[in-house]
């Protein structure tokens, strides 16, 4: 008898899950047969009702992985713009320290070639110099020629992968030099392949040890370059003027680097050397 | 307790939905992805029978469907309450506890789901086949894996006491 109640009762059991299986095909069916209008009000009606907390969870969870991969992402560009900071910040530094050593002014902005001298003139007088950089390096001539202490001279002659530097105590090159203190203008120039001196006004005030550097005005050098510091003034044969021996900032025979800025001429002093 | 288990069902529910939506696809292979609410489900009818297994794949199959194609609307909700009451119904009559056993029923399970489901699409025979054998076998087969880590955790303590 008990056994009979137990079979009855899973019986029951499973026609009420038959009951409920139909049902709920019953259901299903019903909205796989509805015509496309109504599914479509069905589908929207849920998305913005009830599925709206549901979506709303997921999205949050997407978002905060989202969140989590753009943190990570971040932190590496983080770390990466650290990196070229310091190394940006470092060669500001290295920048500044040349600059200070060049006197190299802000809006000089021409690129720099480093050169090595490989050789000099066999005389006893070192007018010009051979640098290890040509044609193929962009050199040009009447390009100036500087190093670490101040101006060196000019490219005077350019091959393919070498040039010849025309130093400033060649007795052919004549520049123009200012006066840092009295803003006065002079052309400096070497008569005996050793001394450099420019003449100038008697009158303008210059004294032993005022700085000179490049005026600018003769074209080829840019201004601001430093040239060397006032020796000696020196009475001229005319009374209004007066010649200053100039001590070069740079000894050229002990030179080993040069850096060569690749400045061409001024379109005038172009003109007039064409 | 009913009411205890009815929360937790909902809390399950949630999380499989969860990590059906957003875990699935950052663990796919290939583009294969596990089906958690499956599993679900399954998991459902060999713990609460043919009934709740039923009522649950309706909801489920209906969410399904909600997220799928307007015109395919049914389809899923029917193939998973058919499944959620067939397992539910081996479990019942002819299954003990054994994992081996519940895998097959969860591989089973995924390959009756598929065809009944994609049976009653639009889809045409070789659209079908296409579908199947590229979608529905990859994504079985990291199912039944996934299903098997899931189950074995789940259903541990009960195998200890059965071989105990």
Known sequence: ML?????????????????????????????????MPAKERLTSAFLSTVFYPVQYLVASVDDFRNVLGENEKLKEENARLRLELDYARDGLSELVRLRALVRFDNHWDYPIVTSRIIGRNPGRLVTTLIVNRGLADGLKTDMPVFSMSGLVGRVAKVASHHAQVQVLVDPNLK???????????????SFDGKRLAATVPAHAGIREGDTLVTSGLGGIFPKGIGVGVVKEMVPHDMDVLSTMVIQPFQEVSQLEEVFIMQKEPDWIVRELLE | MKKLQVIITIFAFLLCVILQTTVAKWISVFGATPDFLLIFIVYLAFKRGTVVAALWGFLIGFCCDIYGPVEWLGSATIAMTLLGFLVGLLEARFLTLRLSLRIVILAL?????????????????????????????????????????????LFRSKHRKTHV
């Open chain 1, 3 to 35: 056994k009979l109640g137990g079979i009855f009762r899973k019986f029951c059991a499973f026609g009420r899950g038959i009951l409920v299986l139909a049902f709920l095909l019953f259901v299903a069916s019903g909205m796989r047969l509805l015509p």
């Open chain 2, 109 to 153: 399970g995924f390959v009756f789901y598929d065809l009944i489901y994609l049976s009653l699409t639009t889809l045409s025979h070789s659209e079908m086949t296409h579908f199947f054998l590229t979608r529905s076998i990859p994504n079985g087969v990291y199912t039944v894996i996934c299903g098997t880590l899931i189950f074995y955790f």
């Open chain 1, 175 to 189: 520049f123009s030099v200012l006066n840092v203190r009295t803003r006065t203008v002079g052309f400096a120039e």
